[in-house]
């Protein structure tokens, strides 16, 4: 992961994760990183062509998209060599910061990634809606960059085996015949039995909207302040 002060240590060129040779870039100006918001000389760039406009997440690149060589977004391989990951919305995640906790994933927000984008996605009620950028509950795509799904009800899903398990109490009888106990994931450290019917339907997409861009940031926290009081009014 590229942090303040290595610049000299990072050598040339590597190999990116898909096998491509990548090498430094050479652009001048410290903020024509694309969206990583870093210097090119600190940015790996394999040259690749990509013949679609959404690999360059900046919107600021040329079009046919290229990777680098000399400045811009980085491809999504090599954007990886900085410890960054693209997610499945196409947006780059960050790791979070050193403070706070990782809302309802019980992770240390480093060990997490953020897009910074405001879905309203928290699930744990305390969020103000933005994914991170430096702790709470990462968005329903950036989560699954460490492994974890969000079910159709909004709930955080951890894998066990084949399946995906909430460990929220089921909204109705299990209809395997068997004890699968009354939360989805059974009783057990470790979940096991039928998901419940909002998890056995993972896969499936889930709605999940940015916030309009003409919306302030200040405005989006009290849109999330209004919907956190909403929420507890009516439960």
Known sequence: MWTKGRKSSLPKRTVNLAGYDAKLGTGSS???GGDTGLPPASIYYCGRTFPDKKSCRCWNCPFPFVCGP????PCAECVELLGFRVNSAGDLGKPGGSLGDG????MTPQNLFYCGK????CRCGTCDGQC???SGCPCH???ELVGFRVNRDGVLCRKEGEMWYCGKKRKGKCGCGEDCGEKCGGSGP???GC???????IGQPIEEKLVDLTTTESESRQMAGLVKKFLIATY
Not at 70 to 73: A, F, P, R
Not at 103 to 106: C, I, K, S, V, W
């Open 30 to 32: 410290p903020t024509s």
């Open 70 to 73: 000399k400045s811009g977004c």
């Open 103 to 106: 809302g309802d994933t019980a």
């Open 118 to 121: 405001w879905k309203m996605a």
């Open 132 to 134: 991170g950028p430096l």
């Open 141 to 143: 795509a950036c989560v």
């Open 190 to 192: 470790r979940g096991n």
């Open 195 to 201: 998901p419940c019917e909002a998890c056995s339907n």
